[in-house]
DNA sequence: TTCCTTGCAAAAAGTTTGCAACTGC
DNA sequence: GCAGTTGCAAACTTTTTGCAAGGAA
């Protein structure tokens, strides 16, 4: 468990919300994906633990953590929706395998100074805590270029 | 239309596919969308002058061009996938905003460089030419920081 | 004529909503 | 006890598939 138990029922609360044992364990399941999971993955997880939670409380959990900073949710390049532990200080990106879905970090810093580019050229601000690269790790490429 | 004729209908032929009306109808309908479209936006087109084409041919149809190279395919940052005209000389990526949906292209020597130190560094190759990255263009900034 | 393609309808997959029973506070 | 939350079932939305009629080569 990543989490820090106080924090986040500080921040349920603070926003009006109930701690529930259903949303401590859906909340764990975020953590054990470590990096990015998509809600699948997440339900699988959780109903090894509590085989009668429903899926739309998975759906309902996962967009009320969202909505209070808890999680962050982005959108990969192949269509699905992943969720990951919102972290203010650490930014950094993701590389992901389309082929064997593997995940790699890239640090912050290197991304952020071309968004910082772009933003002075253009005045487009990126969203740039949602972001995943799509394409082939290294691994993949060696097995099949 | 921007595609020419000649073209389209070889790599079409050439792969073992007929060229019928409706898609001549919905290749124009994604050379009108001038950047990405969504498939929703291409039904919407091609029924101005097709009343009755159905929602499954043009599922069926841009799988199709697809698959051959005439079209790309990209998830936007959204979750939407968003479909354009292959070129493959002229490499570019999209800034989308979220808010007001505007679309903006940038260089792709700009992103590509950093892409291949990327490649350098880790081995991982970024699919290049589905790069849409969302954020606030400077237009709705503006009105509401 | 041959076989690919289309439109229609139905099925499947993914997501949301209404509601009574339950539970945190 | 009150109000927010959950599980279940049903509704909705989006995407895919089966099939008979139509059309390209």
Do not use: K, W
């Not at 339900?43 to 509590?50: C, D, G, L, T």
């Not at 640090?107 to 740039?128: P, Q, R, T």
């Amino acid at each position: 468990m990543s989490h820090h138990r106080t924090a986040y029922e500080d921040i349920l609360r603070a926003a009006g919300h109930r701690v529930t044992r259903q949303r401590i364990q859906i909340l764990d399941a975020v953590c054990e994906g470590e990096g990015h999971t998509t809600l699948a993955a997440v339900y699988v997880r959780v109903r090894r633990h509590a085989p009668t939670i429903d899926l739309s409380t998975i759906y309902r959990t996962l967009r009320l953590f969202t909505s209070v900073g808890l999680v962050i949710c982005t959108t990969s390049p192949f269509g699905e929706d992943l969720y990951e532990m919102a972290n203010p200080i650490d930014h950094h990106y993701h590389l992901l395998c389309r082929r064997c879905g593997a995940q790699q970090e890239i640090a912050g810093s290197v991304l952020g100074a071309l968004f910082a580019e772009i933003e002075a050229a253009s005045g487009f601000e990126v969203d740039g805590d949602h972001l995943v690269i799509g394409g082939v790790c290294g691994a993949c490429r060696a097995r099949q270029p």
